[in-house]
C-alpha cells in the first residue's frame, strides 16, 4: 500500500481564504500533523488520527510524517499561512534529504496557501507596490548579525519589507534592535504596519511612522511591514483609517 | 446608492487555487474590470457588465472602476495571482490619491490571491525555505540601473530571488543582462527553475543551474526562481524531477 504526504498550506486563518486545493487535500488524509492550534483549525471526521505537536519540533515533526507514509497512510502535514513560507515544507525536505533512501520515492505534494504577508497587504491598501522580501527575524536558524545585515541591505535596495516571528517571550529584544537598525538607514517617515490575526475575529492594526515604531506593539503573531521611501498613507474623511499604498513608480535617483 | 470597488486575486489560473473570499466577492459584483486574459476566466452572469481592457492600461481602468462605483455599481477589480503583487490594488489607490477627493470616502477592499511565487514554489518543492524577495523585472515603471542593483543587492543579502515579468517583447534582453548580473555575485552551482503556467494544463517547468540558464526559456507568463547559497536540487529515483529545496538554517559566515 502507497501512502502520501501532503503539506498544506491552511492560509491566514479565516476559512474563507482557504483555497479547495487545501481542501481537497485535507479530505484525503488519514492523519494530521502539525503545531498544535493549527492541527486543531482543521475540521476532519473522527477517524482522522490527529498528531498534534509543540512548536520548534519541526524535524521531528517531519520525519513522523515520512515514517506513516511509509506504512501506507495518507499524511496532511498542515502550516497557518503557506507551508513553504517559514512553514513546514522545507522540514520535510530537509528530513527527506538527510532519512532513508526509500523516502525520495514518496509521493510528496506542497499545496500553497495564503500566506500572512499577502492577507495582511490587502488588508491595509496596496503596501506591496513595488518589489518586496520577507524576512523571518528569529535567529534559531540563522545568526542574528546576519539578520540586521540583510534589513540593511533590503532598506538600501529599497524593498517593502514584511517581518515574520517579529518577537517572541524567548527573543524579546530582537524587533527593538531590528527597527533601530533600520531607523539608521530609512527616513523616520516610512510607515510601518503592526499587524495581528488579520481575517480573524481578534484582529487588530496599528499603523506608525518608523520614527514612532515601537517593538512592544508586536508579539509572535504579528507581521511587522515596514514601507519603503516610496510608500506613504492616504488619509480617509471621517475617522477612517487611512490606506498603507507603495506607489508603483521608482524616479531615477 | 453606494457602490464599492473591490480588488480581487484570482490566484494563478486554477480554479482550486481561487478563495471562497474572492468567488464571494465576484458574486457581488455588478461589474468586471481587469486585464482581458482575466476578467475572461471569471464566470458570472449575463447580467454582469464585462470591461475588458489591453494590459498596460492599469490607471485608466482603476480611474474607470471607481468613476462606475461613485455611479452606484458594485466593481470587481481583476488581476492574476494577488492584485497586491504587480496587479491592480496600487494602481487603484493611486488614482484615489490623485482623484476627486469623493473617491476617498468609496467602499474599498482588497481579497488577496494566491500570488504566483507561492504556487510556483509549492510545485517545485520548497525553495523559499529562507528569507525571500519579489523583483518585477519590467522597467516600465523603474529604471533598469535600478533593477540590476536590486538584484546585487539581493544576491549579497542571501535571498531567494523571484522574478516577475521576466521578459516581454518590447524587452527580449533584459532578463539575459539580469542573469549575466546574477551570475557575478552568486555561485554557478545555485538553482534557478523557470515555471510558466504552473496549476495549468500548459504548465511547463524547468530546472537549471544558474551558469547554464537560458533567458530564451522565459516569456511574460514565466516566473523564474533563483536560489541562493542554501539551495539545492534533491534527486529523486525513478526519473522523478528533483526537488527544488533551501535549507532553513544558515551558518555563521
Redo the contacts between chains.
Keep these: 500500500m502507497s501512502g502520501s504526504v501532503s503539506i498544506i ?1 491552511l ?1 491566514p486563518g ?8 487545501a481542501d ?1 487535500a485535507l479530505a484525503r488524509a488519514t492523519d494530521l500533523v502539525g503545531y498544535g492550534p493549527y492541527v486543531q483549525r482543521v475540521e476532519a471526521p473522527a477517524s482522522v488520527v490527529r498528531h498534534s505537536s509543540d512548536n520548534r519540533e519541526e524535524l521531528d515533526r517531519a520525519r513522523h510524517a515520512l515514517e506513516m507514509a511509509m506504512q501506507g497512510r495518507h499524511v496532511a502535514v498542515v502550516s497557518g499561512g ?4 517559514f512553514g513546514m ?6 528530513a ?2 538527510h532519512g532513508p ?1 526509500a523516502w ?2 514518496l509521493e ?8 500572512a504577508v ?2 495582511v ?3 491595509l ?12 527575524l528569529s535567529d534559531n ?3 542574528w ?2 539578520v540586521l ?2 534589513l540593511a ?2 532598506a ?4 517593502v519589507i514584511a517581518l515574520y516571528n517579529p518577537r517572541s517571550k524567548a527573543r524579546p529584544h530582537q524587533l527593538g534592535e531590528a527597527l533601530e537598525h533600520l531607523r539608521a538607514c530609512l527616513p523616520g517617515s516610512v510607515p510601518v504596519a503592526f499587524a495581528r490575526a488579520v481575517g480573524r475575529p481578534e484582529e487588530s492594526v496599528r499603523l506608525a511612522s518608523l520614527a514612532e515604531a515601537d517593538a512592544a506593539w508586536a508579539d509572535m503573531s504579528t507581521l511587522v511591514l515596514i514601507g519603503c521611501a516610496a510608500s506613504h498613507l ?5 475617522g477612517g483609517a487611512p ?1 498603507f ?9
Excluded at 479565516?14 to 486545493?21: H, I, K, M, S
Excluded at 510528496?108 to 500566506?115: E, F, K, M, Q, Y
Excluded at 503596501?127 to 523571518?136: E, N
Aim: charged letters at 20%.
Design positions: 498550506g492560509g479565516n476559512v474563507l481564504q482557504r483555497t479547495p486545493q481537497q503557506d507551508a513553504g513560507v515544507a522545507s522540514a520535510v525536505f530537509e527527506v534529504e533512501q525520495r520515492a510528496i505534494t506542497v499545496v500553497p496557501g495564503l500566506s499577502l492577507a497587504a490587502a488588508r491598501g496596496a503596501p506591496l507596490g513595488g518589489d518586496f522580501c520577507v524576512i523571518s536558524l540563522k545568526p548579525p546576519l545585515r540583510r541591505l533590503a538600501e535596495a529599497g524593498f492616504i488619509p480617509r474623511p471621517g490606506w499604498y507603495t506607489s508603483r513608480k521608482v524616479e531615477a535617483a
